[in-house]
């Protein structure tokens, strides 16, 4: 059921030009919620919040997605007068884990674009995430006309509609964009379904998934996008660089890709391992000096 209130707080994020992405989350939460409550979200009271949030039995990160969505609707309420008390004074954000990135592997990446072959649109999702960075939901969103041709013909230019309604412009390398290019014969979305339509970011996400699990890869396409950033980072890009590509809103939430670089600090940990074996040395020689 979605009630006047609901209804007037979408309008209200359509009016700050809110996403659809984002105003059908919020939608989709909000009415769970008021599902599970059993009256209207205005006639809660604090003690109704606290018991439906006690009672979730779902991972942090959904318990903390749900509270925002219920506080944002809240704040909203009262604002404009509907309530005199904000009922989610007493909710508790879960202190989450920092996700650390998950890479894939050059050669199973190999592997995933050989065996993609068949399927052309399958590949360049594939190459989408991996070699440009797109997210799930960015590719299925990419048209025709977001893409803008190098001067040279080489490579070309893609505008990419991020989270949160954010556009950010990234390159896509030539050899990259030789395969990209066989799609554009189209004008809509470039990835569509057999009938024409374009790939939600959830179809998707199943189709990219499966073929991982068919040819026995434990990924997402997700963690393409993660090997971009890692592998940005190991040819030594600037860090701001790599969050603009990424669409980071948050320099902190890029960090983490350099922070899990390994092969970047390799040879530095190894010639510090090196001073350990002069080290090893010098005390083996100064005891045998004392015997």
């Known amino acids: 059921m979605t009630t006047e209130y609901i209804s007037q707080h979408l309008d209200n994020l359509r009016l700050h030009n809110s996403s659809p992405t984002t105003i059908r989350h919020r939608l989709d939460n909000l009415q769970r919620i008021q599902a599970k409550l ?5 006639e809660a009271t604090t003690d109704d919040l606290v018991a439906w949030q006690t009672a979730l039995r779902i991972s942090p990160s959904s318990i903390a997605t749900y509270t925002a969505h219920i506080r944002a609707f809240y704040r909203w309420a009262l604002l404009n007068g509907l309530i005199q008390i904000d009922p989610t004074i007493h909710l508790v954000t879960p202190k989450l884990k920092r996700r650390m990135p998950r890479p894939i592997p050059e050669r199973d990446l190999s592997a995933a674009l050989t065996t993609a072959r068949y399927d052309h649109q399958l590949f360049c999702a594939f190459l989408l995430a991996g070699y440009c960075g797109l997210r799930c ?14 001067e ?28 990209v290019r066989l799609l554009m014969h189209r004008t809509g979305f470039l990835f569509v379904s057999k009938n024409g339509r374009a790939y939600t970011p959830n179809r998707l996400t199943q189709i990219t998934s499966a073929h991982l699990k068919a040819i026995g890869l434990p990924y997402t396409l997700h963690t393409l996008r993660h090997r971009f950033a ?24 890029t960090t983490l890709y350099l922070a899990s ?29 004392q015997t």
Request: aromatic share 4%.
């Open 230 to 253: 890692t592998r940005l980072a190991d040819l030594g890009a600037d860090v701001r660089d790599v969050q603009a590509a990424l669409g980071h809103a948050h320099l902190s939430t």
């Open 38 to 42: 059993g009256k209207p979200l205005v």
């Open 137 to 150: 939901g960015e590719i299925t969103r990419v048209s025709r006309s977001d893409v803008r041709e190098d």
């Open 152 to 179: 040279n013909g080489k490579g070309a230019y893609l505008v990419v509609h991020g989270k949160g309604g954010h556009e950010r412009i990234i390159r896509i390398a030539p050899d990259i964009y030789a395969e």
């Open 261 to 289: 670089n390994s092969r970047r600090s390799t040879t530095s940990v190894d010639k510090l391992g090196r001073g350990f074996a002069a080290m090893a040395k010098r005390q083996s020689a100064a005891r045998r000096s």
